[in-house]
């Protein structure tokens, strides 16, 4: 846990936040514990999927009664991202209809977000900021994969992009059509 402090310069009462190493470890294993796929299969239509020989962008053929996601200004995305609620009850593994028998890499992957990464909130799931945060073989790099055109240039897709930045990772943004 970070420490605060109070430090004085002139008149100006300035909060300092001492960081101590591991720190952002702890918070991404709390934030993991609390997070769920919930209605988003984002991953299910922009990422590959080897096993089953389904390309990147397309849906794959188990999702159930998905719907397209949209941004604030109404852009529908080109890759379906969301299920009804009442899939969601009835398959409770999310879009899939082959969840229990899933492929090993859909079983073992993890966005950015819902692994917990320290810089994400829950409005920065993707079927809600319209990107996909992806590791990359660089530690020091992430993927964004845009959902919805402009989803990286726009509000809550933007903010994530610039927190991302900020933390000195290099973005490397990717959207429908694109290698």
Known sequence: MASKRVAKRGKVRIKVRSVRPG???????????????????????????DELGKPEWTPCEH?????HAKSRTGTPSTVPVRISAEQL???GGGGCSNYKERPNSCAKFRCQWLAG??????????????????DTADPRAVQAR????????????????TALRRA???????????Q
């Open 23 to 49: 720190d952002g470890a702890k918070r991404r294993r709390e934030n993991a514990a609390s997070r769920r796929c919930g209605p988003c299969t984002a991953c299910c239509s922009s990422m590959a999927i």
């Open 63 to 67: 999702l159930v009664d998905t719907e």
């Open 89 to 91: 009850r009835t398959r």
């Open 117 to 134: 990464m320290p810089l994400t909130e829950e409005k920065h799931r993707p079927d809600r900021c319209g990107l996909i945060i992806v």
């Open 146 to 161: 845009e959902l919805w055109a402009g989803a990286a240039s726009e509000g809550v897709g933007k903010d994530l992009i």
């Open 168 to 178: 000195h990772l290099e973005v490397i943004g990717t959207a429908p059509g694109e």
